[in-house]
């Protein structure tokens, strides 16, 4: 019994002094989380000072996801013998130029995707990748400083998809406006004069139109965590179905040296390449026969896509 009460009394004390050292070291830890987010503070404040000094700043950085996996007398699916993948390829690449007078801005990114599924026990089916996410966008912007915040500009703007009918369609807008950097790290464009080049061999659907552009960008970078947000639109003078915008956001959390885990989404408006999307299904018989698609019976569909995968910034 005298054992048993020794043996509880020391299990007490042992627990006791634990939790109690455990309490020291986070009452030890709670100052210097306050000192890091301090330092992190002061650093994020000259990187801002060294942002905006003059002259050439690039940067670049990308994600890479993937997934492969295969099935051999699995009786539990649909398809028992099959083998499947998924390959998504980003890219981020900026070069921007500060002058106490302009400022010129590049930026291009990339976004490529192939997938595979294939029935084994299917002579027929496909066993080889095919193309699932194709995005390409590059800009061009030059500005004249009126004051540290507003200049007037010019861009110049182009989208396309490379794997797959490469400039069909595909967009290139040249307008002029004003820009607006209220912070270092945004940036907005309203070009009220705006001529949108629509390339493609749908003339049917396809039109070029005159217009307002609008580009919002955000790009920051807080510790270990970098994001890019970017939106491009375009409002056609002529009509709404001559309108668009893409919508890009992308996330980067470094892990150790250049490696981290990156996150990219993109959303777009396109009733153009809705309504062509929809003549080819009318036309090859897919949809049930009826009125063929047009701008006044088909909706403004929104396009997605998103990528999860492993980064590395250059």
């Not at 807080?222 to 992308?250: M, V």
Request: cysteine-free; hydrophobic content about 40%.
């Amino acid at each position: 019994m005298k054992r048993l009460i020794v043996l509880g009394a020391a299990m007490f004390l042992a627990i006791s002094l634990q939790a109690q050292t455990e309490e020291e070291l986070k009452a030890q830890q709670s100052p210097k989380k306050a000192e890091i987010a301090k330092l992190q503070g002061e650093v994020d404040a000259l990187q801002a000072q060294i942002d905006a000094l003059p002259g050439w700043k690039y940067g670049a950085f990308g994600t890479i996801g993937g997934n492969f996996s295969k099935f051999s007398d699995w009786y539990s699916q649909g398809t028992p013998n099959v083998s499947s993948g998924n390959i998504g390829i980003t890219g981020n690449v900026f070069a921007n130029k500060m002058d106490e007078k302009y400022f010129w801005r590049n930026s291009l990114n990339v976004n490529l995707g192939w997938v595979k599924f294939d029935d084994e026990d299917d002579a027929t089916d496909d066993d080889s990748f095919r193309e699932a996410t194709d995005v390409f966008n590059i800009s061009s912007l030059y500005g004249y400083k009126l004051s540290e915040k507003l200049a007037v500009s010019a861009l110049g703007e182009y989208r396309t998809t490379i794997l797959n009918n490469f400039n069909d369609p595909g967009y290139l807008d040249l307008g002029v406006g004003a820009t607006w950097t209220p912070i270092t790290n945004l940036v907005v464009v309203v070009h009220p004069l705006n001529y949108n080049f629509v390339f493609s061999d749908n003339d049917a659907v396809f039109e070029s139109s005159l217009g307002a552009k609008i580009v919002a960008d955000y790009t920051r970078q807080i510790g270990k965590i970098a994001f890019k947000s970017n939106l491009s639109a375009f409002a056609s003078y002529k009509s709404s179905d001559l309108s668009n915008f893409t919508w890009i956001n992308s996330f980067n959390y470094k892990l150790f040296n250049q490696i981290g885990v990156g996150f990219e989404f993109g959303l777009r408006g396109n009733k153009q390449e809705n309504l062509a999307f929809q003549q080819g299904l009318f036309d090859s018989q897919v949809l049930p026969v009826g009125e063929a698609p047009t701008f006044d019976n088909i909706d403004s569909q929104i396009q997605s896509y998103y990528l999860l995968g492993l980064t590395y910034a250059f």
